[in-house]
């Protein structure tokens, strides 16, 4: 008889105890120039990450010429007076460096991502765009080309289109908020090389400005590299430019984006609430991701799980600007998509949801869930420069202290069910939120008034 071969087992890997971490915190200083700087050593990141804030937010856009932030932010690229376009380009490409700037309502970000090794030619040519941009007829007529070619897929995609609609219900006309960020077909038509100089000119300097470096900086001189690049860019003071409070309308109503025959609609909930400076963020962060996070969020539980109404809703707090005053606001909203003949039984689901929250608030599993999910991960969320980097920008954007994200994580762990469910009650109120619907009205409008939800309004898509 064959004798049968024994396995052996190996001993099965033990976690390591678990080490400390906490958000990096940053060194601060300044150049000569007024140029702010915060570095972080991140030992083993051998990819640089640099980001530069400028002060340069879309409500100081000209009247007229919604959009003109944007396309300067993508100019910054496209040549100096030491590279063409193409020139730079190529620059880039040698040093293995990305560089990609946008502008939003704080203002405007360039990001920079370079071999360590290669840092200083990165930085000069950030510094050369900064300082001496060629802002060329040619290429902005090229880069207000590609804007007008963007803004009808734009307005073809539901969620844009819902985004665009929430944010011209929300906010009065007179307010830049109401608008596009990027501009319409009307005002990017507008733009040319003169008033994107002009708008640089105006608000681009580096005693406004910002500087985040994150990376190994092992061996690297960067006060030298700094002052050799970036302290190079020369600029006026400016005087502290008022900075008008948010106001919003958030009386519960239904605007219904007419697009006859679409298969699904788009939903887009929203309303507006405090922002990072006030003591309830840490609560409403929680809350809201409870409540709409993740796939095993209360949103997801009954529309896609219990119902199969869709693929995923998401409920979120995003920063629109920021202020110490208060004067700042954070979008506060609930999206996902849904098959058109379960529009209504959806949204009544959805309210039912927010009804069964305030009344019965959230359980100690949920919240606990939520704790794991946003604090157990965020050293993984962090590994790489760029993350940390673009934190510190916000941070910045925001006016927010250096240690703010690591005293977020802390007041996370520490936040109660009962704290997160206010919070999140508040956040959510049944009776002040502006719903927004993609989709086909002919079939969707009897149902949606038959919730009680607010006034339907049915406005032509574009």
């Known amino acids: ?20 971490w906490a958000f990096p915190a940053p060194e601060r200083g300044a150049l000569d120039n007024g140029l702010t700087v915060l570095r972080c050593h991140r030992p083993g990141q051998q990819v640089v990450a640099v980001e530069v804030v400028l002060d340069a937010p879309l409500d100081a856009e000209p009247e007229g010429l919604d959009g003109v932030a944007t396309i300067m932010a ?3 690229s496209e040549g100096t007076d030491k590279h063409s376009a193409e020139e730079f380009a190529a620059e880039l490409e040698r040093c293995g460096a990305t560089l990609d700037a946008h502008a939003d309502h704080p203002g405007v970000r360039l990001s920079l991502e370079v071999p360590a090794s290669r840092l200083a030619k990165g930085l000069g040519l950030v ?3 900064l300082r001496a941009p060629a802002f060329a007829d040619s290429e902005v007529e090229r880069l207000v080309r590609n804007r007008l070619d963007e803004i009808p897929h734009e307005l073809a995609n539901p969620s844009r289109r819902a985004a665009k609609e929430l944010a011209k219900e929300l906010f009065p006309a007179s307010a830049r ?8 077909e009307e005002t990017v038509a507008r733009i040319d090389s003169a008033a994107v100089r002009g708008f640089y000119e105006k608000h681009v300097r580096p005693a406004t400005a910002t500087a985040v470096v994150v990376g190994d900086l092992t061996g690297v001189d960067l006060d030298a590299l700094l002052a050799d690049t970036l302290g190079a860019w020369t600029g006026s003071q400016a005087q502290p430019r008022p900075v008008p409070p948010v106001v919003a309308d958030d009386t519960g109503r239904v605007v219904i984006v007419d697009r006859p025959g679409a298969v699904q609609t788009q939903l887009l909930l929203g309303r507006t609430g ?12 929680l809350g809201t991701y409870c409540l709409g996070g993740t796939l095993t969020s209360r949103l997801d539980r009954v529309l896609r799980e ?20 208060g004067t700042g606001a954070a979008m506060l909203a609930i999206s996902g998509s849904v098959d058109t003949p379960n529009t209504g039984p959806a949204l009544d689901d959805l309210w039912t949801v927010l009804r069964t929250l305030a009344a019965e608030g959230l ?15 965020a050293p993984l969320k962090y590994e790489t420069a760029a993350a940390v980097a673009s934190t510190l920008a916000d941070q910045v954007e925001q006016h927010l202290p250096d240690h703010y994200q ?57």
């Open 363 to 377: 359980t100690d599993d949920e919240r606990d869930v939520a704790v794991q999910n946003l604090v157990g991960v």
């Open 177 to 184: 908020m109401s608008r596009p960020r990027q501009g319409t």
């Open 306 to 325: 219990e119902k199969g109404y869709t693929y995923g809703v998401r409920a979120f707090g995003q920063v629109l600007r920021s202020a110490p005053d």
């Open 274 to 285: 405090p922002d990072r400076h006030d003591r309830v963020w840490p609560a409403q962060v």
């Open 406 to 462: 690591a005293d977020l994580y802390r007041q996370l762990a520490a936040t109660g069910t009962v704290e997160a469910t206010a919070a999140v009650v508040n956040a959510f109120p049944v009776d002040r939120l502006v719903t927004v619907l993609v989709g086909d009205a002919a079939q969707i409008k009897a149902p949606v008034e038959a919730l009680g939800i607010g006034e339907v309004t049915v406005v032509t898509a574009e």
């Open 74 to 76: 993508r100019a910054f």
């Open 1 to 20: 008889m064959t004798e049968l071969a024994t396995m052996e087992f190996h001993p099965r890997p033990q976690a390591g105890e678990a080490k400390p």
């Open 127 to 129: 510094a050369d765009a």
